[in-house]
């Protein structure tokens, strides 16, 4: 084990579906995790719970788990004062673009003020790269098809979007006054199992096999690129494994500074009827569905241009739907049997 790997990484959000995952994955390759999370009710807290007892299991002692709000600066430096760390993989956010419209506070605290006292503290410890999760909702209602980090980011759709084209505004900041390695990955709907209940798969999944109707807003005219864990994982971690240079060259984003920006999809634009579909088969029953207008905030499209992340770090998602919605709904099946 190289002394890169001793070094405890640390992930925020990590009771959260991605952070979960990315530190599964680095506890099963040797590596030791300090994870922290305010392990709030945006969701059940019982999954959060389960999350964090999961990783235990997995990582013994190589894995500490600490219970707090990243948006409190002063409780985040007494908590992490006497732990050792050097990267630090920030996944914790306020999620949901619709949530985000009727408490817009909750996000300007996890994802501003947050996000600023997760770069602070990687400033002062003088952490070797940072990598930050923001999201596809930057690119708002972006005709372009498909979405490319190079595009112009400039007209968010929500305030969730705003917020992370917030963080990757304050990352450049950083970066060009400090020096300091930053990466942004740019999410595309991520779906697997241990995933949150307020996205379209578990919200399907759930309705179907209970026997309630399936809400599908804008008549159905949907298309997500729809990116399965693990692949977002395997991003996360070619790139936590491989941070910016500091050598004055362009980066994926444009910045000249030690700050790169990544889109991670499935490079596919699916049909929301066939996500449906292959719900209804790994559920073995049809859904009664009910239609509705586009909700406030929300895109009728999202498409990822992973060039970038495949040609500089060999990023390439394997799962397709067809695969990962029968793993989803078995997870999901399994998950509710033995609560």
């Not at 009771?15 to 709030?40: P, Q, T």
């Not at 305030?159 to 970066?175: I, Q, R």
Request: with cysteine; charged share 20%; proline share 5%.
């Amino acid at each position: 084990m190289s002394a890169n790997q001793c070094t405890p990484i640390l992930v925020t959000g990590v009771a959260g579906f991605i952070g979960m995952a990315l530190a599964e994955r680095l506890l099963a390759r040797g590596d030791a995790v300090i994870g922290i999370d305010n392990v709030n009710d945006y969701y059940s807290v019982e999954l959060k719970e389960r999350r964090v007892q999961r990783l235990r299991a997995v990582g013994g002692d190589r894995f500490e788990f600490v219970k707090l709000d990243f948006s409190d600066m002063e409780a985040l430096e007494a908590a992490l004062a006497t732990r050792p760390f050097d990267r630090i993989a920030h996944l914790g956010a306020q999620a949901g673009v619709r949530h985000s419209i009727d408490n817009p506070h909750a996000y300007v605290r996890s994802n501003l003020v947050g996000h600023l006292n997760i770069l602070e503290l990687g400033r002062h410890r003088g952490s070797s790269h940072i990598i930050y999760a923001s999201s596809s909702s930057v690119y708002g209602g972006n005709e372009s098809i498909p979405f490319k980090v190079s595009d112009r980011v400039d007209h968010p759709m929500s305030l969730y979007a705003a917020t992370k084209k917030s963080d990757e505004l304050m990352s450049e900041t950083y970066a060009h006054l400090y020096r300091l390695p930053l990466t942004g990955l740019r999410f595309f709907t991520v779906y697997g199992p241990w995933g949150r209940p307020d996205m379209a798969m578990w919200l399907f999944t759930d309705a179907i096999l209970s026997g309630r109707p399936i809400k599908i807003f804008n008549g159905g005219k949907m298309r997500r690129d729809f990116t399965y864990i693990g692949d977002i994982v395997a991003g996360i971690i070619a790139s936590l494994d491989n941070p910016p240079a500091d050598d004055g060259a362009m980066k994926a984003g444009g910045s000249v500074a030690p700050h790169r920006i990544y889109n991670i999809g499935n490079h596919r634009a699916e049909e929301l009827g066939l996500l449906i579909e292959l719900i209804e088969q790994a559920c073995g029953r049809a859904a009664e569905k009910i239609m509705l207008p586009m909700q406030p905030g929300d895109v009728p499209e999202t498409f990822a241009d992973i060039t970038a992340i495949q040609e500089e770090l060999g990023y390439t998602p394997t799962t397709q739907i067809s695969e990962g919605v029968p793993r989803f709904v078995d997870w999901f099946r399994d998950y509710h049997v033995n609560r």
